[in-house]
């Protein structure tokens, strides 16, 4: 007859508490690195969007720990180390995102060290990513070119629409009217909550990691697409001499983020089928 001990060595010892001795070594060793980012969120530098995905990925993670169970690889554990030593000593040599970006790849690489074969990690990388105070330095680096191409699709779907539009530069000139293409149409918060979605729709329903790369790349198109529809119907509402409210502004780009967001949950989870998800009782052992 076995002991309770054979039947399950998991619930008091093995690689369970191992990997999360690991996690948790990690996380306390990066600390320098997170008080920069909760600094971030806290002084108004950035918004603190990244919170929710601190949250999810805890969530997601926490769901399926029962795949995180396994004796760390040697691999995967040095590259975590070198990925902590990274973002540790490098502190008055690299700006602090790029730390940032070393400390959340070496939490993943201590989820890939201990996960079970073949579980995706993809989603959670994206994740861990989003979860920095990034909104600021995109708006910074993307905001303008972003501005540019929006407006510039702006105007030539509101001349084919019969108004007199123009570009010059992020803003445009539509029937003899000025109006600006600000930062908040540059849809860079749009397009963090895209990628968010699609991240956890990707974690949630375990997308292989062809399927999460392939379907990923087309959020942006969305994004794109969507911030396009948005400034046309407000540029051209704009443009009336009775102007907009702010209000109807407001409820506008509201409306933009819901089509996004579930646009975007659609699209990653259509025509889903058997081989493009792995399960816990199939390909993970």
Sequence with gaps: MSSPAAVCPARFG??????GVWLTAVIVALWPVWSWSVDRFRD?????????????????????????????????????????????VTSGWLPP????????????????AVRS???PLLPHLMLALLSLPIL???????GYPVRVVTAGASAAILSAAGFVAE????????????????????????????????????????????????????????VLGMNVCRNVVLVALESRPTGLS???????????????CSATLWHMGRCTSASAVVH?????S
């Design 14 to 19: 093995g690689p369970r508490p191992a990997g």
């Design 44 to 88: 108004g530098s950035d918004e603190p969007w990244g919170l929710v995905a601190i949250a999810a990925l805890g969530a997601l993670t926490w769901r399926d720990r029962q795949s995180f169970t396994r004796p760390p690889r040697p691999l995967w554990r040095l590259v975590a180390s070198m990925l902590v030593c990274g973002a540790v």
């Design 97 to 112: 995102l790029l730390r940032g970006v070393c400390a959340s790849l070496a939490v993943v690489a201590v989820l890939m």
């Design 117 to 119: 074969r073949e579980y």
């Design 136 to 142: 600021s330095s995109l708006q910074f680096y993307l």
């Design 167 to 222: 570009r010059s530069g992020s803003a445009l000139t539509v029937n003899g009217t000025l109006v600006i293409v600000d930062a908040p149409c540059a849809g860079i918060h749009m397009a963090w909550a895209a990628y968010f979605t699609a991240s956890v729709a990707g974690a949630w329903l375990r997308l292989d990691p062809r399927r999460f790369v392939t379907r990923l790349s087309l959020v942006g198109l969305i």
């Design 246 to 260: 702010a209000v109807w502004h407001e409820l506008t780009g509201l409306m933009a983020f819901v089509v996004v």
């Design 280 to 284: 816990r009782s199939g390909a993970i």
